[in-house]
């Protein structure tokens, strides 16, 4: 009847029409990280406002691709003639390696896809690599910036390339477009956790005799 009172609604549906406050904050940040990110790719094309500075983008790219840790530090640990350095280059072989499978499997549950203003033609990529969250560049960079400057005696000045490098790998993937700013600041965060697993599950003749008898 007209003068009858409307049914109310589903409470499904009165909580899509009143999102929480926690959505809605979420929704915009996510937005501000899309914005700033394509605003911050000034390198992602040729075009682009710093497109002439996108060959030495993509040399800091591929310093910090996997492919190149990995076979350098397999490499170095088959040359190294002193035990206490093929412990150290085992463990960072180690660390690089669960670095690509943690990334890899974020990255299959998260499936986010690439900025739209990337351009596809990034260092040797497979399956995962068509996601974007997290960087695995960003978490490479942290995880061994803080492997090397526990580990390695450097000086000073040194020390501080190591962290200049990390912090340019880590803004290079946004300035290529490669990433969004929240993918690369988790990316970070990560490394940096991932290390810690490292430290705790240290490798040493004592706890993992079978690997240094290979060598």
Request: charged share 15%.
């Amino acid at each position: 009847p007209g003068g009858a009172a409307a049914a109310p609604l589903p409470e499904e549906d009165c909580m899509r029409l009143n999102p929480s406050f926690a959505g809605i904050a979420l929704s915009s940040l996510l937005a501000i990280d899309l914005w700033a990110s394509k605003r911050l790719g000034v390198c992602a094309g040729e075009g682009s406002a710093w497109g002439s500075a996108r060959p030495l983008m993509k040399v800091v790219e591929v310093s910090g691709h996997g492919i190149p840790w990995v076979l350098g530090t397999f490499y170095g640990l088959c040359q190294s003639d002193s035990s206490a350095a093929r412990e150290v280059l085992l463990n960072l072989l180690f660390a690089l390696l669960l670095d690509l499978v943690m990334v890899a499997v974020v990255k299959g549950l998260v499936k986010r896809p690439r900025p739209t203003h990337n351009k596809m033609d990034m260092f040797v990529t497979i399956s995962v690599d068509k996601y974007s969250f997290p960087s695995g560049h960003a978490t490479r960079a942290a995880l061994v910036c803080r492997f090397v400057l526990r580990h390695l005696v450097l000086a000073v000045p040194l020390r501080v390339l190591v962290v200049l490098w990390a912090l340019i790998v880590s803004i290079s993937r946004v300035m290529l477009g490669r990433h969004n700013m929240t993918d690369v600041l988790f990316g970070l965060v990560l490394g940096y956790a991932l290390y810690s697993v490292v430290e705790y599950c240290w490798l040493s003749p004592l706890n993992a005799p079978a690997l240094f008898a290979l060598w």
